[in-house]
């Protein structure tokens, strides 16, 4: 009874797995069908689409053709309009020229045949001043002769005209008659000249002959001698005035910062004269080691302007012995030149700006240098107090007892006393007593 029921169990389960497993292929066969009919449909819907759109294509490519051709229609329509309206446009053209060319014919027909008229009137008057012979005036010729002449001149057909032809034939005759009438009016002319020039030459005789006599004796005299040698003297005077203001403009063309100037080097050119001078200009030599002045004397009135060094240097020596800095640059003659002075510290940077910080100019100065046309005027050495650095005095003072010095090194700076007051700084300190004061070099500059 127990394998029994088991085996009842055991079919039970098995018809259970069996409707399972058909129901899941049932179900696996209806998701399969649903699938294939959701693509089939889309494709359906894709294919649809697709051939909407072709047609649209189509339907607008249709439209394309269309617009083209009608474009086409109307763009020939256009152009044979136009080509009707030039048509119609050279013909009214061609028509006004045949009008215009038709009316300047009348208008010249009408002149032709008015002129033949005057012509005609003119003729008479012609053949009775011919009849007159040589009772007819040399104006009266003339006139009538122009008034044939201003007749023929126009831009008229007279020539095939018979009144003209015998007109011609008689302003011929005419024409002779006025030359043989000139010719006999310039014989007679020539005699009356020579009788007037025969008296004009008996009259002018006399005339010269009593002024030669009063010019001789007036050359002759002290005054006229005197006066003529000073007029010769101021023309001459003048010549050479200008002779130079020439030469003087030349030359001034020819002077260039960092070249030669009248006594030494150019390094500035304010572009024009005013004060008296446009000119700056450095010694070509420099002093051996100087005193600046003499220590605890502060100079009042120093100027720190360009063109203003030579009223410091005044100032100055007025204070100082007569070996200090400014006396000697007052003193310093070169190139013919005794107007030298100390430079004030503008003047000084100017010209170590133009003449050793300025790479072209600075090998002009090298070049002048191996020449001999100056001294060396600057140093290589960048640091303080190296051996060789040159510094140059200037006309200025920090108080009493410093003074400004400008050293031209490959990096400028400038001393004011004692010592370096700072690395970073480049205003150097120096005391100038003139006991235990700091010597450096002079070199002059001036103005011109």
Sequence with gaps: MALKNYKDISKKLEESQAEKIAAEKERARLEQEEKERKEREEREEAERKEREAREAEEKRRAEEEERK????????????????????????????????????????????????NQLALLNPRMRDTLKKDKKASESELKRIISEFESLTNQDVFLYNSPVYSDACNTYNSLKILLVQKTQNKKKKQKTMKRIRITFVAV????????????IYKYTSSEEYIAKAAEKKSQKEAAAQAKAEEKARQKKIKSYKVGGLGEAGVIFYDKGEYSDGWRFLEIAPTKSQNIYFGIYSVDVEGLKTELGTGDVNTELLVEEFEEDSAAYYAANYSSGGKDDWYLGNVAEMQMCYK????????????????????????????????????????????KDQSHCYTLCFSASSFILDGGKPMAPENNWKAFSHSSIEGYTNYVRPIRKF
């Excluded at 136009?82 to 050279?90: F, H, N, P, W």
């Excluded at 002018?204 to 006599?213: D, K, P, S, T, Y």
């Excluded at 300025?358 to 107090?385: A, C, H, M, P, Q």
Aim: proline share 0%.
């Design 69 to 116: 051709r009608e474009e086409q229609i109307e763009a020939e329509r256009k152009r044979q309009e136009q080509l009707a309206a030039e048509a119609r446009r050279r013909a009214e053209e061609e028509e006004r020229r045949r009008q215009e060319e038709q009316r300047l014919l009348d208008e010249k027909n009408a002149r032709t045949q008015n002129y033949i």
């Design 354 to 397: 133009n003449l050793v910080d300025s790479g072209k100019n600075r090998k002009k100065i090298d070049k002048l240098v191996e020449l001999g046309k100056i001294e060396k005027l600057y140093s290589n050495y960048t640091e303080y107090y190296k051996d060789g650095t040159i510094c140059y005095f200037t006309s200025e003072q």
């Design 203 to 214: 009259l002018a005789a006399g005339v010269i002959g009593g002024a030669v006599f009063g």
